[in-house]
């Protein structure tokens, strides 16, 4: 899952918790509120009653002695204002029950003693509690509509901002690392960012690269360097070698002993010859400017390679469901992709073994297969046959140089040619090569 994703995913989850927390506190709160609100308007009202008392005196509600007492046409305001006897000081609000005419009504009073003209009066203010309960269902809609409101553009906001504070890693993540043909790197380009964590990635990404780059163009330049010097000595070894078998004088025992010399000549000019189209390969030293069918190919494969099949008397057929042109290629190149494919078939077969090519039109995609009924491949090895640093048992025991995989690697990756490889112990292997879409004319 992507950094980005996560973040929105997280985003998303804490602000789906707070309104289910909002949601379930959401009547206490309101009610609180409510209850507040109408607390501070009783108390608004009795400072006017006691700023009318100190104006105009208490006469202007209570005359001849006489208790006042006043609500509305519903009865959701109640005020009284009598003379208190009691010696208790009240100053409190609460709920409690009021008879109105011939309703009893439950309110929330605040009562209140205050002395005018020497005498000491209590003042009610009542506000009716089913008044106070109507308000609370149409705060609660409108609290829960802001906070949904809220959380909406929280969570836009949110990932605007991740994707603009995340912007600077997946261009490096594009740039530096994805777009990328390794071990082949562009030339370096500062990530504009003004998180420090972020440049310091990518500074150590880029330094990272070039180790990398270094040590490979040294291992590339290594191995071209070597190939040549070694072809020269090998030359003139062999040449000398071929002019000692022309002399007369030469015992059997010696002509023996060249032969055996000039056997192990043939292996390292073998392998030196190998080494050397990988690194021209890996160096773009070659043109793709070629075209020709699939079956024309496997036809030029098979005619260089028919002897082969006939040593192990291996049944050899191919089927080419769809031909296809294959253009913008190097057909040496692909000659000898598939010439090193078919080869390992045949040396890594059985007596009487069966060897497949099939080319097909699978899903959108060009594939060619080539199945073998050989010992096949250890499940372990498979993620290293390609590794040309590292040679399989099984190599050893076939006394090969365990570089034909290599070289198919390489031109496959010179091509843009994925390969996938299926095999099972002592049943066989398959080499499936799906092409890209510009290398199949039209």
Do not use: C
Not at 268 to 281: C, E, P, Y
Not at 348 to 359: K, T, W
């Amino acid at each position: 899952m992507k950094l980005r994703t996560k973040l929105t995913l997280f985003n998303a989850i804490s602000k789906l918790v707070i309104v289910i927390l909002f949601v379930l506190l959401l009547p206490v709160l309101i009610k609180n509120i409510n209850i507040n609100y109408t607390d501070s308007r009783l108390r608004k009202q009795r400072d006017e009653v006691l700023q009318t008392v100190k104006n105009v005196g208490i006469k202007y509600y209570i005359e001849d002695g006489k208790s006042y007492a006043g609500y509305t046409p519903i009865k959701d305001v109640y005020v009284s204002l009598d003379e208190d006897t009691t010696a208790e000081n009240l100053d409190n609000i609460k709920n409690e029950a009021r008879k109105v005419e011939a309703d009893t009504i439950q309110y929330r009073i605040l009562s209140h003693d205050f002395k005018a003209d020497k005498k000491k009066y209590l003042l009610e203010i009542g506000i009716s509690l089913d008044t106070v309960n109507e308000r609370t269902a149409p705060l609660q809609s409108i609290a829960f509509m802001v906070l949904v409101v809220m959380i909406i553009l929280t969570i836009l906001a949110d990932q605007l901002y991740s994707d603009y504070i995340l912007r600077p890693l997946a261009l490096i993540i594009k740039t530096k690392l994805i777009g990328q043909k390794f071990p082949n790197f562009a030339s370096y380009k500062q990530v504009e960012t003004s998180t420090d964590d972020f440049q310091h990635l990518d500074i150590s990404i880029h330094e990272m690269i070039q180790t990398i780059e270094s040590t490979f163009q040294k291992e590339r330049e290594f191995i071209s360097n070597a190939s040549h010097e070694l072809m020269t000595p090998i030359s003139i070894l062999q040449s000398k070698i071929e002019n000692m078998f022309e002399e007369e004088d030469i015992a059997d025992e010696i002509k023996g002993r060249l032969l055996e010399m000039q056997k192990i000549l043939n292996r390292l000019k073998s392998i030196t010859k190998t080494l050397l189209l990988i690194s021209q390969i890996e160096n773009d030293q070659f043109l793709k400017e070629d075209q020709i069918r699939v079956s024309s190919l496997l036809q030029e494969v098979y005619d260089e390679i028919s002897i082969r099949f006939q040593d192990k008397n291996i049944n050899y057929s191919v089927e080419v469901r769809n031909d296809f042109v294959l253009v913008n290629i190097n057909k040496f190149l692909l000659f000898n992709l598939f010439f090193n494919l078919i080869n390992n078939a045949i040396k890594y077969n059985h007596e009487n073994g069966d060897i497949h090519v099939e080319a097909s039109h699978e899903n959108g995609e060009y594939v060619v297969e080539i199945i073998d009924s050989g010992i096949g491949i250890n499940p372990a090895d498979i993620p290293f046959i390609f590794n040309r640093f590292k040679k399989l048992k099984q190599s050893l025991q076939q006394d090969s140089f365990g570089l034909g995989l290599p070289i198919v690697k390489s031109i496959a990756d010179f091509h843009h040619i994925r390969i996938d490889v299926a095999s099972e112990k002592e049943k066989g292997s398959t080499f499936k090569l799906i092409f890209p879409a510009g290398l199949i004319g039209k």
